[in-house]
């Protein structure tokens, strides 16, 4: 059930792809339409009350995803067989963070063009974000992320693959492998909270990370980089929600 102020569809608004779910009003109702369209002209006519509305789509973003971790969890512990061809190979370390491998700074050149590309960030965009981003590397099966973790920072992936994992009854699984101009942990620069998931490193990485103290700064300036990039997490939020949801579909049907 939704109520007065609550949010519905956005996912289209943002990035549009055929509906998930069914909405029907079960009573007199009216709404808001805001169309993708609208909240674009936005970003160029009141671009604060369109960082309003990204911000609180994001949140809501965050607080469906969080409820869909926490129903592929409890769906995952209630499985006593594990499907070995949808399993992690192997544990990811459960180290604290202070002992575990740290990632060693990326002295090399990237390849902005191919970045552009795959990102949605423009060149200009990606020379502005080289002066605030850090880029690091990771050897394959590193650890990126840990679940459960506080998290206050988010990583573009500029070259390889990564993992990303959900704990279960034995061992974590793979519900998701992300590619080059991906966006994860994004929800940290919006709440730094825990960690939904754990993400590791499938062969060398090569990722941007962008910390919540320079985001915020961003956009409380006004940046259109900070604009951009919320943009950015909020189409990543939507796709992690439909790969979560499509996961949870899967655990539950096996």
């Not at 009350?49 to 949140?59: C, D, E, K």
């Not at 900070?226 to 796709?239: D, E, F, P, S």
Request: hydrophobic fraction near 40%; charged fraction near 25%.
């Amino acid at each position: 059930p939704l109520w007065p102020g609550d949010s519905v569809g956005e996912m289209a608004c943002l990035d549009p792809a055929p509906r998930s779910a069914t909405v029907v009003a079960v009573r007199p109702t009216i709404v808001y339409e805001l169309h993708r369209n609208t909240l674009a002209a936005m970003w160029k006519h009141a671009p604060s009350i369109g960082i309003g509305l990204v911000s609180g789509i994001n949140h809501e973003l965050i607080s469906r995803l969080r409820e869909t971790d926490r129903r592929i969890a409890s769906a995952m512990g209630r499985m006593s067989i594990l499907d070995s061809q949808i399993m992690g190979s192997s544990r990811p370390s459960s180290r604290p963070l202070e002992q575990r491998p740290q990632p060693s700074r990326f002295r090399g050149r990237l390849d902005a063009r191919r970045l552009s590309s795959r990102s949605g960030l423009s060149p200009q965009e990606l020379q502005s974000l080289a002066r605030v981003a850090r880029p690091k590397e990771w050897e394959a099966g590193q650890p990126i992320f840990e679940e459960g973790e506080i998290g206050d920072s988010c990583i573009i992936i500029a070259e390889g693959e990564v993992e990303v994992l959900k704990s279960g009854s034995r061992n974590p699984r793979v519900i998701a492998t992300l590619h080059e101009g991906a966006i994860v942990g994004q929800i940290a620069l919006l709440e730094q909270g825990q960690r939904t998931a754990s993400v590791r490193a499938r062969g060398r990485v090569i990722g941007l990370e962008v910390t919540a103290d320079i985001f915020q700064a961003l956009l409380r300036d006004g940046h259109p980089l900070g604009v951009r990039l919320l943009t950015l997490t909020a189409i990543a939020g939507v796709r992690q929600l439909r790969m979560a949801t499509r996961r949870l579909a899967e655990i539950r049907a096996a």
